[in-house]
């Protein structure tokens, strides 16, 4: 089955206690990147990944790192948690296009991120 | 960047009702898609639709790139049709992948 998944589903943690968040792609995706959900904010893009080493920063980058060693693989690194990085978070994938001829992203089922 | 709005923010139904949900969006775009974010958080491709129509059980979308705009129909809403509806399409500058951005949603609830 394709798909996107992400682990843990669930997490609280404490103000200071690094953590990763991990997403995987079984679809062969170039593009694949980070959202965070907040209430009233909507959908802001964290990171984002072209391809395999190609990483860049969306919106709201600070507090965040990422990966992309492999092309399935693209986890989500909160070096030094703080509350302020309490949300859902979701990770999307797609190929570029060139490819493939579409487009469409996939969303893993969200990380629920609670930081004391 | 783009901007996208959906209408009407909030909609409460009866089950067995229909309903129609708009997106507008201020650019042109090579892609839109529809979402379902149900009660537990996960968010649901609904329909990939840059133009056209398309039909998928009880839900139907239709795109009218030229205009700008974007219809989700639900017909004989369910229970199970509760949730937040987002479409969201690419702001990458002409290219047809990338960011995407999000309406606000419409938050539908369907009373049995």
């Known amino acids: 089955e394709a798909q996107v998944t992400q682990n843990p589903r669930y997490l609280i943690t404490v103000t200071g206690k690094k953590l990763t968040v991990t997403c995987s792609q079984n679809m062969n995706h170039e593009y694949m990147s980070w959202y965070r959900q907040d209430p009233g904010l909507g959908l802001r893009q964290i990171y984002y990944s072209m391809n395999v080493e190609v990483t860049d920063k969306g919106d709201v980058p600070e507090g965040y790192k990422v990966s992309r060693k492999e092309k399935r693989n693209f986890p989500l690194i909160l070096e030094s948690p703080s509350p302020n990085q309490t949300s859902l978070y979701f990770c999307?994938?797609?190929?570029?296009?060139?490819?493939?001829?579409?487009?469409?992203?996939?969303f893993g089922p969200g990380t629920r991120l609670t930081v004391t | 960047g783009i901007q996208v709005e959906q209408s009407p923010p909030d909609l409460i139904l009866q089950e067995g009702a229909n309903s129609t949900l708009r997106c507008n969006f201020s650019?042109?775009?090579?892609?839109l898609q529809w979402f379902h974010q149900n009660p537990w958080g996960q968010l649901i491709n609904l329909f990939y639709i840059p133009s056209g129509t398309k039909q998928n059980g009880r839900l139907s979308a239709t795109t009218v790139a030229t205009e700008r705009y974007s219809l989700l129909y639900i017909s004989s809403s369910q229970t199970t049709d509760s949730g937040v509806y987002f479409c969201a399409v690419p702001n990458a500058g002409g290219t047809s992948y990338g960011k995407l951005t999000f309406g606000q949603g419409t938050i539908l609830t369907v009373h049995p």
């Open positions: 650019d042109s775009v090579n892609n």
């Open positions: 999307a994938s797609s190929f570029i296009g060139l490819t493939s001829g579409s487009d469409e992203q996939y």
